[in-house]
């Protein structure tokens, strides 16, 4: 299948290099022109597993900064970022940008299925579908469920494909998009695009609110002088509930889990709903933190023994520093005159938290 790709950082990337692994002809577009030339002379190297070994065996994954490259492909996928609005809403103003571009090609001859890959607000991916629908696209809405650090994993063994469509067209289109490179057995769940929208913020909302539950039980535990592991394991052995993101540890960030959590809120809030469950959670994740310095200040009163951190990024096998907790627990210790260190020595994360150790 000739499929495009609108957006290659690191999702769409790892999205595109495994359709071309079983043999689609990708072709990825990306305004960034140096960025593209890397892509092309295939110089370009990422942390992120399986993309730099990816680029250099594709050889039928295209690279481009001409949207009429992607045009020519009957089945496009957006891959663009959402950031976060203060208000909590999406920023959809990149997407915004590609649909006015794709506008300026006019009535397509043949159907076009337009599918958004990146996280939207309910009822955004609906509201283009009417304004595409007289120009002989059908947008239809596929967010994905992955981890930095495994996205390309996560993709070729997913648990759920979502799908949020308007005809039965564009759902087996999708859908056989995924069983051309999936080698899980995932649920299929095809539903209308808000209804989607919903159900992938729902997720994500669930296991931060799992997340902040095992924190809190765990704060819990240490009060009593028990082990919070012990706890939480024997909870999580409850068919019911399940181990899945049920350790203790530092609280949930990134570029992900936190923001769509407010999100979820904020979506709720829009139509007369308070989530007290998404704002209990977001504050919980907060109150832990402070939780956790509270209790090391107590177990250790010389400040002058250094303190090493392994990382400090949000997750061990990332680079990103966005609303890591770890992070914001060095900076607190530092704060309070304890001697920070870092075993992680990786260029890209120590250009990031130098200036913030060192102020």
Do not use: W
């Amino acid at each position: 299948m000739k499929i495009g790709i609108i957006g290659v950082g690191r999702l769409g990337l790892a999205f595109g290099l495994n359709l071309a692994k079983v043999g689609h002809e990708v072709y990825g577009m990306d305004k960034n022109f140096e960025y593209i030339h890397k892509l092309k002379t295939k110089t370009f190297t990422c942390s992120e597993p399986g993309i730099n070994e990816g680029i250099l065996e594709a050889s039928n994954f295209y690279f481009t900064t001409m949207l009429d490259k992607i045009i020519d492909c009957n089945l496009i996928f957006v891959v663009v970022p959402t950031p976060s609005l203060p208000d909590n809403k999406y920023d959809h103003s990149n997407i915004d940008f590609v649909i006015q571009e794709i506008k300026k090609y006019g009535l397509q001859s043949q159907r076009k299925d337009l599918v958004i890959n990146c996280t939207t607000f309910p009822g955004y991916c609906e509201s283009i579908s009417k304004e595409l629908s007289d120009l002989n696209y059908v947008v239809s809405y596929n967010p994905e469920f992955i981890a930095q650090g495994s996205i390309m994993k996560d993709q070729v063994y997913c648990d759920n494909v979502l799908i949020g469509c308007n005809d039965e067209f564009s759902a087996d289109l999708i859908k056989s998009v995924y069983q051309s490179f999936v080698k899980s057995t995932p649920v299929y769940n095809i539903m209308t695009c808000t209804e989607a929208e919903l159900t992938k913020l729902s997720i994500n909302c669930f296991l931060t609110t799992k997340i902040s539950f095992a924190n809190m039980i765990g704060d819990i535990a240490l009060k009593y002088k028990s082990d919070p592991n012990i706890v939480l394991r024997a909870i999580g052995s409850d068919s019911r509930i399940g181990n899945k993101y049920l350790g203790y540890g530092f609280g949930f960030g990134g570029p992900c889990f936190p923001r769509d959590n407010r999100a979820l809120a904020k979506c709720a809030s829009d139509v007369g709903i308070t989530a007290e469950i998404s704002l209990a959670t977001d504050k919980m994740n907060q109150l832990h933190l402070e939780y956790q310095i509270d209790h090391f200040i107590k177990q250790n009163a010389d400040k002058n023994i250094p303190i090493n951190f392994e990382f400090l990024t949000y997750k061990k096998d990332s680079t990103i520093i966005e609303e890591s907790q770890q992070l914001k627990f060095a900076l607190k210790l530092k704060e309070l005159g304890y001697k920070i260190t870092i075993s992680d020595n990786r260029k890209e994360v120590l250009e990031q938290i130098i200036p913030l150790l060192d102020s």
